[in-house]
């Protein structure tokens, strides 16, 4: 059995539910997960925000709205009248859930139950949809066994319990379908796994069901090379391996959210990146791949603040290093990147919801200093250090940029180098030039 997971563009519009319905048809007895419509989590995300606002008249406009986008949705969907009336039906329940939670009180159990929704009305539009063809799907409620324990991590035995017994209920099912995205937390809650979680659900359910495979089908053919979304003549990559795609992942590779990669490497389970525009092309497969002394691609990570801590005699000072970093960990702020020298150390981080409070337990220690607006800039391939040249093609691609620091040698698949973010894209692009050209 496979793993399927659409993407909010992939079932973005009445006509793409119909392509994806037949691919998924053609594919045979998977299970399949699915995203929000393309849109619709920020629509919900900006109700929320109205509510926090306390303006009511904003959510409910913006409601209001969401609810005739779907109106056409159906409309356009489906053929026959009975099944426009159960599908309205399906997505007037969510939208009247929302609706009733405006009027009441609002906080984040709240919250969580409204952008809840958008997992809820895309999976219940695509089961209609197979039961008008003549398709058995079997929706399987992700609130049903979706579940974190009480560190927000995935209880996977629950998880396996709980699916395998769903899906044990209803044998003789041509394929089953889920919501990616949602679940529930060691209290019973309705929760989610964090923006573009979708992708995470699919590798947790393909690790408890030892699935053959993991695609994640989206609205582009593969990892690339670099950031499509900022240098020109990109291209796909083939393969990749479990690490390189973590660290592209986390360092800013949109089509992959970070977390998926460790179930699908803990159980070996190759994940496939697909288009669902382009559904024959070969996209990247990430598997464990053996070493090929190949740059594979680059990434860039937003919103990273860095801080300097200096103090007079700091190797001299053993101690120094766990002071600093135990404040990082009071402060539960995790560090992306350190560079050290006799007299500092620099690390970076993208939380900065505890700065003030961090720089300030810092200044105990050492003179502080702090960099907002930072991106890092990430290189990633087979980096073995034996492996000469590299570096000093990334370093050169970056020749008129200042760079605020480099870090190599943590591991064999990446170099990061700190820029402003005014000099991103400049950057991305001399990378693509000098490592793609
Ligand atoms: P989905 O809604 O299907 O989950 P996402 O928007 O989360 O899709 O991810 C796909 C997008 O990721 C692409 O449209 C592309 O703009 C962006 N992206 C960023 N970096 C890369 C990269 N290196 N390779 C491919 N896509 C990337
Ligand atoms: N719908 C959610 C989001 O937009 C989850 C996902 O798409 O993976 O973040
Ligand atoms: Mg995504």
Redesign the pocket.
Known sequence: MKVLK?????VGTADRIRTVAEHIRKSGRNIVVL?AM?GTTNTLVEITDYLYKGNIPGAQETLNALEMKYSGVISALYDTEEAKARASMLIGENIGYVRALIQGEFAMAEEREILARGELMSTALMNEYFRECGVKSVLLPALDFMRTDSNGEPDMKYIATRLGRLMDLNPDADLYLTQGYICRNAFGDIDNLKR?G??YTASIIGAVLNAEEIQI????D????????YVEG?RPVGSLNFEEAAE?AYF????LHPNCVLPAKLNNIPVRLLNTLQPEAPGTVIYNMPPDGSVK?V?AKDNITAIKVKSGRMLLAYGFLHKVFETFENHRTSIDMIATSEVGVTVTIDDDSRLAAIVDDLKHFGTVTVDRDMVIICVVGDLEWHNCGFESKAVAALADIPIRMISYGGSNYNISMLVHRDNKVQALQRLSEKLFG
């Open positions: 659409f993407g909010g563009t992939s995203s393309s573009g979708s992708d089908w989206t609205d582009i593969g990892m690339h090379n670099n950031d499509p979304r990109t592209l800013g590779a949109k089509i691609a990434a």
